[in-house]
């Protein structure tokens, strides 16, 4: 075999010539059991009678990248977007947004909201914690423009919140010179700009407003992992989703079939209910996967999660994984509607 890399050449690229020498030439002992192919196989079958699921978990991320803060019910505004989700970002001094794979500490740092004190609340160790007002910005630090914030390319709009006493911080724990940004959300798209400008419903969110995932296909991946020997296996939080599903105990009647695809790939449309009220969301396509997910989030370690996914869930060149939702126009207008744990998702 002859293999050539150059200046373009991908991760993936070596990733895909390793996977097909492993699969033509190798012989392995510990091949895939037919329940693993089963469950690996990016399958066309989407005859799964289940529609009803359960919100298992919710997650919101104040600070984009750095850790999650797990809750037991949350506001989410009528874009879908979950109250304060990524409404926060920790920008470089060229204004672009950090990322958790570029800086793999982000994961050390724990922002919580502390609505009744109405205040962000930011702890990593050995380090006391940052207390930050949500009401009123610091404006004592004028080394960085605070219009513009990138996020994977797309102009943000920002306000530079907690100045010199923020940046000097979180410089601090990742030992790089940076500032937190906050959305601004007064913002309104300027025609005359030659860069992509972003929505405001999204915040610094890099697609869309929320990300699903389901338990299941959380469970499909980690038989992928232990079939193949690639370390430990990974839980929802890898994957930065806002939501994480399971399915109704009444509705289960085949869990194989269920675990043989990743049902939120085949919902087009949600509606969460909570006691008389309903949100409706709408699909708008499969999140693409970057090394990102290799990151563990508790130890800031990288693993083989995508190699892993690589393996079953590629599709035209990406690494699908997960399904962003946005608001329906349909939706009653209403500030927020509070959705918890335990909630009836319905899908269709």
């Given at each position: 075999?002859?293999?050539s890399?150059?200046?373009d050449?991908l ?8 996977s ?27 005859s ?26 949350w ?13 926060f ?14 800086h ?32 009123t910005p ?59 400008e ?17 338990q ?12 193949q ?7 929802s ?24 695809s ?24 499969k ?9 563990d ?46 909630n009836?998702?319905c899908?269709?």
């Amino acid at each position: 075999i002859r293999a050539s890399f150059g200046k373009d050449s991908l991760w993936e690229d070596l990733n895909a010539l390793l996977s097909f020498i492993q699969k033509v030439f190798v012989s392995r002992g510990d091949a895939l059991s037919s329940r693993t192919r089963l469950l690996a196989d990016k399958s066309s079958d989407t005859s799964t009678n289940e529609n009803v699921a359960v919100i298992e978990s919710l997650f919101v991320f104040p600070i984009k990248s750095c850790a999650a803060m797990k809750v037991n019910r949350w506001p989410i505004h009528q874009t879908g977007r979950l109250s304060f989700d990524r409404e926060f970002a920790l920008v470089d001094s060229s204004g672009s947004a950090m990322r958790l794979h570029s800086h793999p500490r982000m994961s050390e740092i724990h922002p919580r909201i502390d609505f009744d004190a109405n205040r962000l609340v930011v702890s990593a160790p050995h380090c006391d914690d940052l207390v930050l007002s949500l009401n009123t910005p610091i404006t004592d630090d004028e080394s960085i423009n605070p219009e513009d914030v990138q996020v994977c390319g797309i102009l943000c709009k920002g306000t530079i919140w907690g100045g010199r006493k923020a940046s000097s911080w979180f410089s601090s724990v990742l030992g790089v010179r940076c500032w937190l940004a906050r959305h601004h959300v007064g913002s309104k798209p300027n025609a005359a700009s030659s860069r992509s400008e972003r929505n405001d419903g999204l915040a610094y969110s890099n697609e869309a407003s929320l990300l699903l995932l389901s338990q299941n296909s959380i469970i499909a991946l980690n038989s992928v992992i232990s079939s193949q020997g690639w370390g430990q296996q990974v839980v929802s939080r890898h994957f930065r989703p806002n939501i994480v599903v399971s399915s109704s105990s009444d509705a289960q009647k085949d869990t194989e079939q269920q675990l043989a695809s990743n049902p939120e790939d085949f919902w087009n449309k949600i509606c969460i209910k909570n006691g008389n009220n309903t949100l409706e969301l709408n699909a708008v396509g499969k999140c693409a996967r970057c090394q990102m997910v290799d990151i563990d989030p508790d130890s800031g370690m990288k693993g083989n999660t995508l190699r892993a996914l690589a393996e079953y869930r590629r599709e035209r060149g990406k690494i699908l994984f997960g399904t962003f939702f946005s608001g329906n126009s349909k939706n009653e207008p209403r500030d927020v509607f509070w959705i918890e744990e335990g909630n009836e998702v319905c899908a269709s």
